[in-house]
Nanobody
Framework: QVQLVESGGGLVQAGGSLRLSCAAS????????MGWFRQAPGKEREFVAT????????NYGDSVKGRFTISRDNARRTVYLQMNSLKPEDTAVYYC????????????????WGQGTQVTVSS
């Protein structure tokens, strides 16, 4: 069993930055790929980024490429999402998740989810 707790969300002006954190419990955290997704009101959950268990591989959704960076610190059991050049359309609840089978862009392939953290970008 893995439990995930996101933090770092908040209100920021367009063009600003935020760093989200996702703290994981469970001894097998370091074996699993991790991902970030987001969901805005009235919209489907959207893939943001994923990272391999060792941190050497990553992939991003088209809407965030070049602006967001995913990273992880396995010693701290934490995965991060550095978000730069934020836009109002980045406003959403951001979720981190664990994919036991490996990196994926698809929410259906993730096994454990956090409760989410709200990010609001004002124009």
């Amino acid at each position: 069993q893995v439990q995930l707790v996101e933090s770092g969300g908040g209100l920021v002006q367009a063009g600003g930055s935020l760093r989200l954190s996702c703290a994981a419990s469970g001894r097998t955290f370091t074996r699993y790929a991790m991902g970030w997704f987001r969901q805005a009101p009235g919209k489907e959950r959207e893939f943001v980024a994923t990272i391999s268990w060792g941190g050497g591989l990553s992939n991003y959704g088209d809407s965030v490429k070049g602006r967001f960076t995913i990273s992880r610190d396995n010693a701290r059991r934490t995965v991060y999402l550095q978000m730069n050049s934020l836009k109002p359309e980045d406003t959403a609840v951001y979720y981190c998740a664990v994919a036991v089978a490996g990196m994926s862009d698809f929410a259906s392939e993730y096994d454990y989810w956090g409760q989410g953290t709200q990010v609001t970008v004002s124009s």
